[in-house]
């Protein structure tokens, strides 16, 4: 096996000949470098995609910092390396290895791996495979090192279940530290993979798929779901944390450019608005905010230990935080004159209000981004996003009187019964918004119009909905196009084509392993970038493995179906789930559950969670009475 | 204010480009809430200058930035809230105060040397083509598409056989006429990626005096 050292010493030799070699070598201000003989536990945490997108990953960043506080752990860094890098890596038969230490990835106890989307999936088995860790699940001996995965994705574990040996599903800032005693606890006391799987598979939220069988009817759908090891429970129910806990502030300083040069603070986790298109809004439930007085001392620790130029508050609906607007006025008057641009993305309409406007106003920030997703009242009211366009109108006439030139409006086509009149709404609309830049900016107002395409999620109202086609969204794609051919609009779309991937991989069973699989042994990597997708090679592999890509994206599920990822609880019913759907149907909306709770499941399952942290808020309305 | 430092890039910083090492800089400074000035205008720029940038992979011992700040500020606390920069690669060795308006780093500067490391054995015939090198009057070349001469941009060239053996070279920076040390190698018909560079000397031109 090589050594750090040698691998040092290769790099040294070859790492002129990539494009932007500071991705490989670490060496970032607060990174966190331990003794690697004295540590016990060794964990390498991995981002299945480019250093430049992998490093601001702040679910990566919150582990990193609970794993490095304790003394017997160490949690060290690695990115998928760019096709430049893996052919040299490859060429010269050097092993995967983490940016601090330089030790091969196969040498650490754990690996986590977050999977936040689902065209990462091949590489992650680039990933498995550069590090020479088998890819199976079945292939890994003792020796090997455990490999879990978590993120959004992973709601529906089922595509990579062959592929990951646990799940850690929902919230992991508590369960990290049970995942990390019970391997620490095996390797005290010698326990091979199977019984450490085995204890792992006990605690609450995690998921190991080797202990579950799946069975099949002759039309292919799942017929039966079943635990084959007796501890393993029938259901694994998310984790939660009742009050957020205190978050990182030693955010990893960047030696190069990445996309997100800033640091990043999470003012509130969950979202009450149940848009039906959103997983994040249904999988990330109750919605618990931080106070301003915290958000204020995360803000004086961080910048002190980063020195970075920008502050971004996120959250799914960051605009619903109650305390917003004091949020807002006390980062300015606290930073004004320092240079800071202060970044609020996922701002909801109808909750902008002129303050915050004003708060944010001459911060240095680009284009204002709004989303309304649709522009016709039937189909906000189809999913539950029920904005009407005039509220569009007069929010984005205060965003450009403020002296933004710019508004980016991001609309969802393809929504359940969407017709060609909601679509011709859309571009009215956005000509109206742009109309009313011009009143106040004549020319130089812009409008950024970002069409994305409906991807049926599981865990959501429209998990039982077939997608539209191909041809549907491409002919809808081309009406848009062309009567958004407008001055002062730049209109972008995703390639339907790898919406359809999603599409697959999102709803997928166990059998899609194989064409995850069989993709990736096609050369597919990095399909989430436009330019390396290779649709054929899916297309292919689907033929191969003997499955149906329309079986899994233009299908509508029936009603008593056994869907592929039942088995996983994220909070919300499926009984929930399904009246929402038939609400849809009939053009009915359940507003904002803060006002009104509608029984998602959060608060009888999650009782004793509540109970552990007495006198916290969640913003569900019993929360508020309690 | 307008403070120049000579500092040291060591190895961690090598493969951060010179406009990486600005935002370095800058962060420094923030993180020690020292009152670095920014340009006027819509999209406000912390007021760094860098001289001669250092290409991708090499190290240097003498590299040079301006930085100005807003208000004036005792030597000692710069030097000592700037001492952390060491850990990630930039080890200050000169802090100096400028006048304000003194001409800016990158005109000022004539000439810069170079020692290249191999990373393996030297060639054995590496003498003598340092002589050939030496002893021609003109060897075009192409770089980014564009024809130049490389040899009257090359003031000396040696092999230096000490106990670490190198090649040292002087190398004209003035201007447009500013020689790349791997461009150098390269015409000695030796492969670039086979050797470790080190920025050693910046030479300002003489009417500055520094």
């Given amino acids: 096996m090589i050594s750090p050292n040698e691998i040092e010493q290769w790099l040294d030799r070859n790492l002129m000949k990539v494009q932007k070699p500071g991705r490989y070598v670490g060496g970032e201000l607060n990174q966190v470098v331990k003794p690697w003989e004295d540590t016990f536990l060794h964990t390498a945490l991995v981002f299945p995609d480019i250093y430049d997108i992998g490093l601001p990953n702040l679910g990566l960043a919150i582990l990193y910092d609970e794993i490095n506080k304790r003394d017997n752990c160490l949690a060290e860094r690695t990115y998928a390396p760019w096709i430049d890098f893996e052919k040299l890596l490859r060429d010269d038969k050097i092993p995967l290895f983490s940016l601090e230490t330089r030790h091969p990835l196969i040498n650490f106890d754990l690996i986590g791996i977050t999977l936040p989307y689902e065209t990462i999936y091949t590489n992650t088995l680039n990933i498995l495979d550069l590090s020479g860790i088998p890819i199976r699940t079945k292939d890994r001996m003792d020796a090997h090192p455990l490999v879990f995965a978590g993120g959004n994705a992973t709601t529906n574990p ?65 017929q039966d779901f079943q635990t084959v090891e007796q501890n393993a429970p029938k259901k694994i129910r998310k984790r939660i944390v009742a009050k957020l806990p205190p978050p990182p502030t030693r955010f990893l300083v960047p030696n190069i450019n990445v996309v997100h040069n800033r640091i990043a603070i999470e003012i509130m986790r969950g979202c009450s608005r149940g848009c039906r298109f959103c997983h994040a809004g249904m999988i990330n439930r109750p919605v618990r905010e931080r106070s301003v007085d915290e958000i204020i001392s995360i803000i004086d620790a961080a910048l002190s230990r980063t020195g970075f130029e920008e502050i971004a508050l996120l959250s799914l609906s960051s605009s619903d935080y109650s305390q917003i607007e004091t949020l807002i006025e006390q980062i300015r008057s606290r930073y004004l004159t320092k240079h800071l641009t202060i970044a609020l993305p996922s701002l909801r309409i109808e909750s902008v209000s002129v303050d915050i406007l004003d708060g944010l106003k001459g911060s240095r920030q680009g284009s204002f981004t709004l989303a309304p997703e649709a522009a016709s009242e039937k189909l906000r009211n189809t999913i539950n996003k029920p904005i009407p366009s005039q509220n569009v109108i007069d929010v984005s006439r205060e965003i450009y009187q403020r002296g933004w030139l710019a508004i980016k409006l991001y609309f969802l086509i393809g929504n359940p019964g969407e017709t060609m009149e909601d679509i011709h709404e859309i571009s009215q609309l956005c000509k109206k918004v742009l109309a009313e830049g011009k009143k106040v900016h004549k020319n130089r107002a812009t409008l950024h119009v970002s069409i994305s395409t409906f991807v049926p999620k599981a865990h959501t109202p429209f998990q039982w909905v077939a997608m539209e086609s191909l041809v549907q969204i491409q002919e809808k794609q081309q009406i848009l196009q062309k009567e958004l051919r407008v001055p002062g609009i730049r209109v972008n779309w995703t390639d339907p084509r790898e919406s359809m991937l999603e599409a697959w991989l999102s709803r997928g069973d166990r059998r899609m392993a194989e064409v995850i699989f069989n993709a990736w042994k096609k050369g597919s990597k990095f399909d989430a970038w436009q330019d390396q997708f290779q649709f054929s090679a899916w297309m292919q592999a689907f033929q191969e493995t003997g499955l149906d890509p329309e079986f899994y994206s233009h299908r509508e599920r029936g009603a008593e179906e056994l869907l592929p990822w039942d088995h996983i609880f994220m909070g919300v019913t499926r009984k929930f789930l399904f009246r929402d759907w038939k609400l849809s149907q009939e053009g009915k909306t359940r507003p904002d559950c803060r006002e009104q709770c509608y029984a998602c499941g959060i608060l009888p399952y999650f009782t004793s969670v509540r109970e552990q942290s007495p006198g916290i808020k969640w913003q569900c309305p019993e929360g508020n009475q309690a | 204010m307008r403070i120049r430092f000579t500092y040291h890039k060591n190895k961690p910083l090598r493969y951060t480009s010179t406009l990486d090492i600005q935002l370095i800089w800058e962060r420094a400074c923030r993180r ?134 190198h090649i040292s070279m002087l190398l004209s920076a003035s201007g447009g006429a500013t020689a790349r040390p791997e461009e150098v190698i390269s015409s000695l018909e030796l492969e670039p990626y086979d050797f470790d560079y080190v920025r050693t000397k910046i030479t300002m031109k003489v009417s500055s005096g520094s």
């Fill in chain 2, 32 to 165: 020690a809430f020292l009152p670095i000035a920014y340009s006027q205008g819509f999209h406000p720029q912390a007021r760094i200058q860098q001289a001669l940038p250092l290409p991708l992979g090499f190290t240097s011992r003498c590299e040079l930035v301006d930085i100005w700040f807003e208000s004036d500020i005792a030597l000692v606390r710069l030097t000592q809230d700037l001492q952390n920069l060491k850990t990630l690669g930039i080890e200050i060795i000169k802090t100096e105060i400028i006048p304000e308006n003194a001409p800016s780093l990158q005109k000022e500067i004539d000439k810069s040397e170079y020692m290249v490391y191999p990373l393996a054995k030297l060639s054995v015939d590496c003498p003598s083509r340092i002589t050939k090198f030496l002893s021609m009057t003109t060897l075009p070349r192409v770089r980014n598409g564009k024809p130049y001469d490389i040899r009257p941009l090359v003031i000396s060239l040696a092999l230096e056989t000490t106990s670490s053996p």
């Fill in chain 1, 158 to 222: 089922e595509p990579m279940a062959e592929f990951i040996d646990a799940f850690a599903l929902g919230d992991g800032e508590e369960v990290i530290h049970e995942i990390l005693d019970i391997i620490i606890a095996g390797k005290n006391q010698g326990w091979d993979r199977v019984q450490i799987l085995n204890k792992l598979s006990m605690v609450d939220g995690i998921y190991v798929p080797r202990f579950y069988e799946t069975k099949y009817s002759i039309d292919g759908r799942l």
